[in-house]
């Protein structure tokens, strides 16, 4: 099965796309990551998005169909793969729907995280993590059991990403409804659009995944 998830930065897209890559075998496919690993793989495509980047440019949307195109054809996305946050406009959703037709490839559900604004930058605000091992904390849902000390490796040293601020969550928030409330319509008129809880635990949005794609 292949789908799309789509959602604001911090809503739980990517624990629930791990979960469902170990469940199912269907593999996550971010562009970043895409990107990444093109540039230091050397190839004509991967020096070339290379340059633009250096060049403090956005990857234009062909470079990134293309990259989608080469990576889908790989064996390990023949049991489905889940494209994370992508699309993110109108014309990468087009863009997408023509090379998917061009390969016979069909994507089942285009799955909405739905979030109330207020409570993802609380969510996100309230994030911190052991500059460790990384095991991430929340300052009010799930602090280390002996305070300042990590649960997992006993670190004591924390560290919050500099972006994690109020002013810097509702900038992205905003943003990310601007661009992606037209791609809501275009998947709903095309009756692939489903919708879940974002805010829900998160146990309750694996269980309402599973409902869709087991």
Do not use: W
């Not at 809503?11 to 970043?32: F, P, V």
């Not at 924390?158 to 319509?185: C, G, K, W």
């Not at 709903?188 to 974002?198: A, H, I, K, Q, Y």
């Amino acid at each position: 099965m292949n789908i799309i998830l789509l959602g604001p930065p911090g809503c739980g897209k990517g624990t629930q796309a791990k979960r469902l890559q170990d469940r199912h075998g269907m593999i996550q496919l971010s562009t970043g990551e895409m990107l990444r690993a093109e540039v230091e793989s050397g190839s004509d495509l991967g020096n070339e998005a290379k340059e633009i980047i250096e060049a403090g440019k956005l990857v234009p949307d062909d470079i990134i169909i293309d990259l989608i195109a080469k990576r889908i054809q790989e064996p390990d996305c023949q049991e489905g793969f889940i494209l994370d946050g992508f699309p993110r406009t109108v014309p990468q959703a087009e863009a997408l729907e023509t090379l998917l037709k061009e390969q016979n490839i069909i994507v089942e559900s285009v799955i909405e995280f739905s979030v109330d604004d207020d409570a993802m930058v609380k969510r996100i605000v309230g994030r911190f993590a052991c500059t460790a091992c990384g095991r991430g904390y929340h300052e009010e849902y799930q602090r280390p059991l002996i305070e300042g000390v990590c649960d997992q490796c006993g670190g004591k040293d924390f560290m919050r990403r500099a972006d994690d601020n109020e002013e810097t969550v509702r900038s992205r928030l905003a943003d990310y409804h601007r661009q992606t409330a037209p791609i809501i319509d275009f998947y709903r008129d095309r009756e692939m659009l489903v919708s879940v809880d974002g805010m829900a635990e998160i146990d309750q949005v694996t269980e309402k995944l599973e409902t869709i794609v087991g």
